[in-house]
């Protein structure tokens, strides 16, 4: 079966940092974009950042930029997110997906993937997410 479980979320005063961690399995993860989505209360899901296969640099969000920073190890299945100073607007729900095809099924090409983009409905599977709370 194919999983993805993140970990890491927590309670943060404003100005902390968190590192979020999501292990994979029952795919191939070194072949797989990988992305960190979140989700606020009363909003809608957003992407954070993403990480390709290769050496292109790492996407990321306006609004994260500059203090989060993705990794990936493929060697443990697991991909990363470096959070620091936190603020209150950064409380959400944090999932981790994976994507190899696109929406009609097409296997994306080995340079596609080392690209990244953060359109959730590309992302072919989901992690059941873990909580950050940013407190002012």
């Known amino acids: 079966d194919v999983q993805l479980q993140a970990s890491g979320g927590g309670l943060v005063s404003e100005g902390g940092s968190l590192t979020l961690s999501c292990v994979a399995s029952g795919f191939a993860f070194e072949d797989y974009t990988l992305g960190w989505f979140r989700q606020a209360p009363g909003k809608e899901r957003e992407g954070v950042s993403c990480?390709?296969?290769?050496?292109?640099?790492?996407f990321y969000s306006d609004s994260v930029r500059g203090r989060f920073t993705v990794s990936r190890d493929n060697a443990k299945n697991t991909v990363y997110l470096r959070m620091n100073t936190l603020l209150p607007e950064d409380t959400a729900i944090y999932y981790c997906a994976a994507v190899k095809k696109d929406p009609r099924g097409r296997v994306l090409t080995v340079v596609e993937r080392t690209r990244c983009e953060l359109t959730d409905d590309n992302y072919n599977f989901w992690g059941q997410g873990t909580l950050v709370t940013v407190s002012s």
């Open positions: 990480i390709g296969t290769g050496l292109k640099a790492p």
